[in-house]
């Protein structure tokens, strides 16, 4: 960047190198921003007859340009890029969306870039209209080989960021007791509506049921007809491994085990499965309070309809310390 000052009356087309205020105090124009005709006789109106101003030299691009760029790239889904004062684009979700987020790309961009991105942590559920990542050029200007090579590193991987929007979800759940359904039921349905009732949602099916293998399979089958975007078990025993009688009955339906034990407390004995593309979790003591444990972690997506893998499990281990 070429940094000079000169008269306001040439100063269109030209980048404001500081901040310029009123007397009393108000800031008139801001540091970064580009001067157009109005902005000049604004400036003259107040008096100005001098500015500093900053041009952009050959090889460079300017940081609103750097920013955008960067954002229309790392991003896809139900979200929309809003440009902020002093070089920053802000991305923001348009409906409520899950946030999925590519760490390792992310990484390698904030660690050799003149941009830099922060994002929601992965999984996170986004209301609409809030905010989900930012993008923050270094002032004024930065080389065009360093964008290029962001956009190349994008490019190569796809969007880092996605907003996985979340329509219509469906929630089915399975009450589970030695002894008797209704007791699981009284003891964990109001904390399963408290659950989810922080994504706006109530369960739209339930069934209680003895923890048997071959009634919770059969209960099960039931309340997979329904279609549902997640069946959640909610027992008041914990399982031993995927060997137990929930996880039996889960293969005995024909469930694939994708994963058994999380990395996250509370919520470390979470057994989890896919019927086809449906989600079945157990997490037994994950529905006796209301406090956030892995149950809470893991929703988002897969009320987005996001397959979450064993090795995405796996990654919650960073931040799985919730209590």
């Keep these: ?111 050799v870039s003149s941009v830099v991105i922060a994002t929601v942590p992965n999984f996170s559920f986004a209301r609409a209209g809030s905010r989900v990542a930012t993008v923050k050029s270094a002032p004024f200007a930065i080389p065009r080989a360093h964008l290029e090579a962001v956009i190349d590193m994008l490019r190569d991987r796809g969007p880092i960021l996605q907003a996985r929007p979340i329509r219509n979800p469906s929630i089915a759940v399975l009450y589970c007791d030695p002894v008797h359904g209704d007791r699981a039921r009284a003891l964990f349905e109001p904390i399963m509506r408290q659950r989810l009732d922080h994504f706006g949602l109530a369960p739209s099916f339930a069934v209680a049921s003895v923890e048997d293998e071959r009634q919770v399979a059969r209960n099960l089958e039931h309340l997979l007809r329904t279609k549902p975007s997640i069946t959640l078990i909610a027992s008041t025993t914990a399982p031993a491994g995927p060997d137990d009688v929930i996880g039996r009955a889960m293969a005995q339906i024909g469930c694939h085990i994708e994963r058994f034990l999380a990395p996250v407390e509370p919520g470390s004995l979470f057994l989890l499965g896919y019927k086809d593309e449906i989600p079945v979790i157990s997490a037994p003591g994950c529905f006796r309070s209301a406090k956030r444990n892995v149950v809470d972690l893991v929703l988002p997506p897969m009320l987005a309809r996001y397959r979450v893998s064993s090795t995405e499990v796996g990654c919650l281990g960073h931040g799985g310390l919730l209590a």
């Design 1 to 111: 960047m070429k940094s000079q000052t000169i008269e306001t009356r040439a100063s269109a087309g030209r980048i404001l190198s500081t901040s310029i205020f009123r007397p009393c105090g108000r800031k008139l124009l801001a540091k970064g921003h580009l001067l157009n005709v109005d902005d000049v006789r604004l400036l003259e109106s107040e008096g100005l007859a001098h500015v500093s101003v900053t041009e952009l030299e050959d090889g460079e691009i300017g940081e609103d340009d750097a920013v955008l760029q960067a954002a229309r790239e790392m991003s896809c889904g139900s979200m929309e890029i809003r440009m902020a004062a002093g070089g920053r684009a802000n991305l923001i979700v348009t409906e409520n969306s899950c946030a999925v987020v590519d760490d390792e790309v992310l990484r390698q961009i904030n660690c």
